[in-house]
């Protein structure tokens, strides 16, 4: 069994819905440890070595939050900018994050139709994450298949319960290396 790193960020905690089903799925499933970043840093001001060690323990690590503007919010951009050093994560020496998993886990106030080609969004989830599946490939990490909640301002309680079940077996898949992927980690 792996260990597995969820990497929480929401800038107003207090008012979500989505997330804190997902996030009390997760606080309980075996082999997983949280990490709230705005609970943690309010100020912005990241520990580095901190993120760094936490990052070492485990093997896989999944960035949960809300779908903002297609991206995340503003505290994960500061941390990807921040812990992923070169010589530590890429570059000549930085093999620290080397064979791990990254993922992605998000809440989606757009239905999953709209996440096409056709539809208002134009590009596919897929698409839309590439600059992180591209950082996990800089890095020798795999990148599984995301984990996303649509439509989720429209959920009603028993959906969400449903949504947090489903993000239960999809962290439990992970812990144990049988998640699907997107890009699986090189072989050396
Ligand atoms: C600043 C902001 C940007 C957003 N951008 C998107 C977006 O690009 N795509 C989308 O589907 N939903 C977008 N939404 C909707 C949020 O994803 C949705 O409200 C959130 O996932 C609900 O989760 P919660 O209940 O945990 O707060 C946005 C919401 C805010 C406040």
């Known amino acids: 069994m792996g260990q597995v790193l969820v990497i929480f960020a929401h800038p107003a905690f207090q008012r979500s819905r989505a997330n804190r089903a997902l996030l009390r799925a997760a606080s309980t499933t075996e082999g997983v440890t949280v990490h709230d970043l705005y609970e ?6 990241i520990d580095v070595r901190d993120e760094q060690q936490l ?23 500061e941390w990807l900018d921040l812990v992923l050093e070169y010589r530590w994560a890429y570059g000549e020496g930085g093999d620290a ?47 599984a298949e995301a984990y996303a909640v649509h439509g989720v301002n429209h959920l009603d309680e028993a959906a969400l319960a449903e949504a947090a079940r489903g993000y239960q077996s ?18 050396s």
């Open 55 to 77: 990052l070492e323990k485990h093997d896989a690590v999944v960035l949960q939050h809300p779908f903002f503007w297609y991206s995340s919010p503003a505290l994960i951009k």
């Open 97 to 143: 994050l080397r064979g791990k998993i990254l993922a992605q886990a998000i809440t989606a106030g757009g239905p999953v139709n709209a996440y096409r080609r056709e539809g208002p969004n134009h590009f596919t989830v897929r698409e839309l994450l590439a600059p992180y599946e591209q950082t996990a490939r800089l890095c020798g990490m795999g990148y």
């Open 40 to 45: 943690t840093y309010p100020d912005f001001l």
């Open 170 to 187: 999809w962290l439990e898949a992970l812990r144990d290396g049988s998640a699907p992927q997107w890009l699986a980690p090189p072989s």
